[in-house]
């Protein structure tokens, strides 16, 4: 069955395949000890900035916990929206794992502002209360929103005056970067992102994610961690080469062009009903709309996608790398019926 559920549903991009095949052809080293590895970790830094640090890990929230683990002791909290995957969708790993705790932000569209942050910012050299230690945000956001680099820097520049860092969630940052038309440098580093989960998984890898460190002080302890967490692959070869395919010839930002792209086209058949209702922009490849619930109880006999809010019928669609005119044109046409 073909689906609008996420974008973890598609396949591997048969070039991320082909690179996996490649690494698997003889004997290599373990532990990153292997020259995929340092080719991938070479491509990061002309991706990003050359100082930079790079540890390929297994999986999204592994990536979420490394970096927010090198960020907060027990004693601190971490600010994040209230729809951030740390906080919904992660089972608690980010508080088991750092002992820190969360504190959600209830945002309109998914976006942390300063203005939302700074009611959180008090207790500082009191014993009695968490410690605001991080920022963690999502790039693009869990509602599809995406972060200019004038939001970002202005998220940046507040936590740094606090004595903060920022996490920056990028399972989709290459949908954002082909949304606002920027580098991968332009929306991390030079907005002064301490620590990136670089995530591929949804765009066209078979699994695996990168944390990349840009904060010098965060680098000393970062293997470790990785160690502790379990997120140190043996054969780090399959891991890496994934990402060296994903940075060749742009193919990370053609797979969320075209993953956009569909996701406008359909956006754009979507307006024609007037059952149909928007909730928030469409800036990525995610769609989140009502509709009457016995169009949706239709749709979901042909076609997997979830329910965002069940109670008001909104509904999230996701389109990928893979996602074809033929899936859009007949979606539309069962819609139509």
């Not at 500082?124 to 991080?134: N, R, V, W």
């Not at 742009?250 to 058949?269: P, T, V």
Request: charged share 20%; with cysteine.
């Amino acid at each position: 069955m073909r689906s609008f559920a996420s974008d973890n549903n598609s396949g591997v991009h048969p070039l991320v395949m082909d690179a996996l095949q490649r690494a698997n052809e003889d004997h290599a080293l373990g532990y990153g000890s292997d020259k995929w590895t340092d080719e991938a970790v070479a491509m990061l830094k002309e991706s990003f900035t050359p100082a930079c640090e790079s540890l390929f890990v297994f999986n999204g929230t592994g990536s979420n916990i490394v970096a927010l683990q090198l960020m907060v002791r027990p004693f601190h909290s971490i600010i994040c929206a209230e729809t951030a995957h740390i906080y919904v969708d992660e089972c608690g790993s980010p508080v088991k794992n750092t002992g820190a705790q969360i504190r959600p932000v209830l945002t309109p569209d998914g976006k942390l502002t300063p203005e939302l942050i700074r009611p959180y910012l008090h207790g500082f050299g009191d014993q009695h209360h968490s410690q605001p230690g991080a920022i963690y945000l999502s790039q693009c956001t869990e509602l599809g929103t995406v972060y200019t680099p004038v939001e970002l820097k202005a998220l940046t520049s507040l936590a740094h005056e606090h004595g903060m860092y920022v996490h920056m969630d990028g399972a989709r940052i290459a949908n954002a970067c082909a949304y606002l038309k920027t580098s991968l440098k332009e929306i991390t580093a030079d907005c002064g992102i301490d620590v990136l989960s670089f995530g591929g998984t949804k765009n066209g890898l078979m699994m695996g994610e990168c944390v990349v460190i840009f904060n010098e002080e965060l680098k000393a302890s970062a293997a470790f961690v990785r160690k502790q967490s379990a997120q140190l692959a043996s054969k780090m070869r399959y891991l890496s080469c994934q990402f060296t395919a994903y940075l060749t010839d742009h193919l990370w930002l053609k797979n969320a062009e075209h993953a956009n792209a569909m996701a406008q086209r359909l956006c754009d058949a979507l307006k024609q009903y007037p059952g149909v209702c928007f909730t928030q922009k469409v800036e990525s490849n995610q769609l989140f709309l009502t509709m009457p619930r016995a169009t949706i109880d239709r749709l979901l006999q042909s076609y997997y996608f979830y329910f965002w809010n069940e109670a008001n019928n909104e509904i999230r669609l996701v389109t990928s790398f893979d996602t074809t005119d033929e899936d859009i044109d007949n979606f539309i046409s069962l819609l139509h019926q």
